[in-house]
């Protein structure tokens, strides 16, 4: 089962890089060839072994709640509301695609991975293929390869780098998301595999550096500085201070490789940066954002029942033109609360477990759980100001193996509590016997008086 994971990680690498699309068809790819068998075999392992148990039940019954809804919605709208321009068929793979398919991923890596070298090779894994990939990414700018990877021509895009896992903002966001894992994996490892590790994490910087993601650089800001608040008594000030001289080091040493394969990058910067997120009107300094999420709430307003319910799987994209560029309100607007509140469900507690684990963990797993919620709430921040489309499997996948290790590291921390409470030893109850003066009040037996019966 374990190659079969390490396998399906590696197919997404190699769709997405060397961008082969292993189309089988509408709907159906060479990814999921691979994911549908093994959640099925997962299934038929549980059933016939009789080991399941269900770990963490609010995430499970979060998604569960999340993908049924969505489902709801798709089929109402189908049948019986029919919005003008709703294609059905596209828009049922596009629910299985996007949500049900995130849901097998988490699914297949949160039960399947079992015990930490499960853990710690499919993380290496990942990070190795992020890795690579931004490497690639750099080469193919440099002229090395020729991957065919995307730079913006016209508009908001104009020369920025989209990377190998999307436009810009998507390839900026997992990069928020995956940086910290890529960190800790290079601080765990010994010799020379340290260098490619960090090779990888500065390719990855650089990359971020070249998509001009102003979403993924407040996510990277905002969020590793709130995860720093989250992990502070796990965190000592020097390490921290040390840290971050480190990061922006790193950050320095990237912006000067990103300036070299891109000579127009400063100004690239000067007018994203500083012309633009400093005009006076919100809507220039949002790139439009402001204005497209008023439009949003306006009409779900002209309509108060959508407040509540939504207006139904994907609807949005048939009225309007522009994307959310906000995930939340992207799932507010077709899901309503129930799918708003399903989502933030799942992101708080992944976060709270994260955190829970690392009181728990004083070894070898403790940094992960560190970069696990350092690259979530980076993520959590970059989806207020951006949607995320094709990466969501590396992230579910990243999501699932981690919180299996974390589930294990609190039940094992319980069980060890539970364990040295049992083998405490009770005090013996001691009785004091009263001498002396107390002894003396005691009344006598008068048979034990001499004489007394004479």
């Given at each position: 089962?374990?190659i079969?994971?390490?396998?399906l990680?590696?197919?997404?690498?190699?769709?997405?890089?060397?961008?082969?699309g292993?189309?089988?068809?509408?709907?159906l790819?060479?990814?999921?060839?691979?994911?549908?068998p093994?959640?099925l075999?997962?299934?038929?392992?549980?059933?016939l072994?009789g080991?399941f148990?269900?770990?963490?039940?609010?995430?499970?019954?979060?998604f569960i709640?999340?993908?049924?809804?969505a489902?709801?919605?798709?089929?109402a709208c189908?049948?019986?509301?029919?919005y003008p321009g709703?294609n059905?068929?596209q828009?049922g793979?596009e629910?299985?695609?996007?949500l049900?398919?995130?849901?097998?991923?988490?699914?297949?890596?949160?039960y399947?991975?079992?015990?930490e070298?499960d853990f710690l090779?499919l993380?290496?894994t990942l990070?190795?293929?992020?890795?690579?990939?931004?490497?690639?990414?750099?080469a193919d700018l440099?002229?090395?390869?020729h991957?065919?990877?995307?730079?913006?021509?016209?508009?908001?895009e104009?020369?920025?780098?989209f990377?190998?896992?999307?436009?810009?903002n998507d390839s900026?966001?997992l990069i928020v998301?995956?940086l910290?894992?890529?960190v800790?994996?290079?601080?765990?490892?010994?010799?020379?595999?340290?260098?490619?590790?960090y090779?990888?994490?500065?390719a990855s910087?650089a990359?971020l550096?070249l998509?001009?993601?102003?979403s993924?650089?407040?996510?990277?800001?905002?969020g590793?500085?709130?995860a720093v608040?989250?992990c502070?008594?796990?965190l000592?000030?020097?390490k921290?201070?040390?840290?971050?001289?480190?990061?922006?080091?790193?950050?320095?040493?990237a912006?000067?490789?990103a300036?070299?394969?891109?000579p127009g990058l400063?100004q690239?910067?000067?007018?994203?940066?500083f012309?633009q997120?400093?005009?006076?009107?919100?809507?220039?300094?949002?790139?439009?954002r402001?204005?497209?999420?008023?439009?949003?709430?306006?009409?779900?307003?002209?309509?108060p029942?959508t407040?509540l319910t939504?207006?139904?799987?994907?609807?949005?994209?048939t009225m309007f033109?522009?994307v959310t560029?906000?995930?939340?309100?992207?799932?507010?607007?077709?899901?309503?609360?129930?799918?708003?509140?399903?989502?933030?469900t799942?992101?708080?507690?992944t976060?709270?477990?994260?955190?829970?684990?690392?009181a728990?963990?004083?070894g070898?797993?403790?940094?992960?759980?560190?970069?696990f919620v350092?690259?979530m709430?980076?993520?959590?921040?970059?989806?207020?100001?951006?949607?995320?489309?094709?990466?969501w499997?590396y992230?579910?996948?990243?999501?699932g193996?981690?919180?299996?290790?974390?589930?294990?590291?609190?039940?094992k921390s319980q069980?060890?509590t539970?364990?040295?409470?049992r083998?405490?030893p009770?005090k013996?109850v001691?009785?004091r016997?009263?001498v002396?003066?107390?002894?003396?009040?005691?009344?006598?037996?008068p048979?034990?008086?001499s004489?007394?019966?004479?």
């Open positions: 089962m374990l079969l994971f390490i396998g990680i590696l197919t997404l690498y190699a769709s997405d890089v060397f961008q082969l292993m189309s089988l068809g509408p709907g790819s060479v990814k999921n060839a691979l994911l549908y093994i959640a075999g997962l299934i038929f392992r549980m059933a072994t080991r148990r269900m770990r963490l039940p609010i995430i499970n019954m979060a709640l999340w993908i049924t809804y489902v709801l919605t798709w089929i189908v049948t019986v509301i029919h709703y059905p068929m828009m793979i629910l299985k695609s996007v049900i398919d995130s849901g097998l991923f988490f699914f297949i890596y949160f399947g991975s079992e015990g070298g090779l993380t290496k990070a190795a293929c992020m890795g690579i990939a931004n490497i690639l990414t750099l440099a002229g090395l390869v991957l065919g990877i995307t730079v913006g021509s016209a508009g908001v104009a020369g920025r780098v990377g190998a896992f999307g436009n810009a900026g966001a998301c995956l910290p894992m890529m800790a994996v290079a601080t765990s490892s010994r010799g020379s595999a340290r260098l490619f590790w090779a990888g994490a500065l910087l990359v550096v998509t001009i993601s102003r993924a650089y407040v996510g990277l800001l905002v590793y500085a709130g608040w989250l502070r008594r796990h000592p000030t020097s921290v201070m040390a840290w971050s001289v480190i990061g922006f080091t790193c950050v320095a040493i912006g000067a490789v300036a070299a394969l891109m400063a690239l910067f000067a007018e994203r940066l012309n997120s400093m005009a006076m009107s919100m809507s220039v300094a949002s790139s439009g402001t204005t497209v999420w008023a439009d949003a709430l306006a009409l779900m307003m002209s309509h029942l407040l939504g207006f139904g799987w994907d609807v949005y994209h033109v522009l560029h906000n995930y939340y309100l992207d799932q507010y607007f077709g899901l309503g609360l129930i799918g708003l509140f399903s989502f933030i799942i992101e708080y507690q976060i709270t477990t994260a955190a829970r684990a690392i728990a963990e004083g070898a797993l403790r940094p992960y759980m560190i970069a350092f690259g709430l980076g993520l959590v921040v970059c989806l207020f100001f951006g949607n995320l489309d094709k990466p499997c992230v579910w996948v990243y999501v193996l981690t919180m299996r290790a974390a589930s294990d590291i609190i039940e069980k060890s539970l364990t040295s409470a083998r405490i009770l013996p001691t009785v016997t009263r002396g003066a107390n002894a003396a009040r005691m009344p006598r037996d048979r034990t008086v004489g007394g019966g004479r």
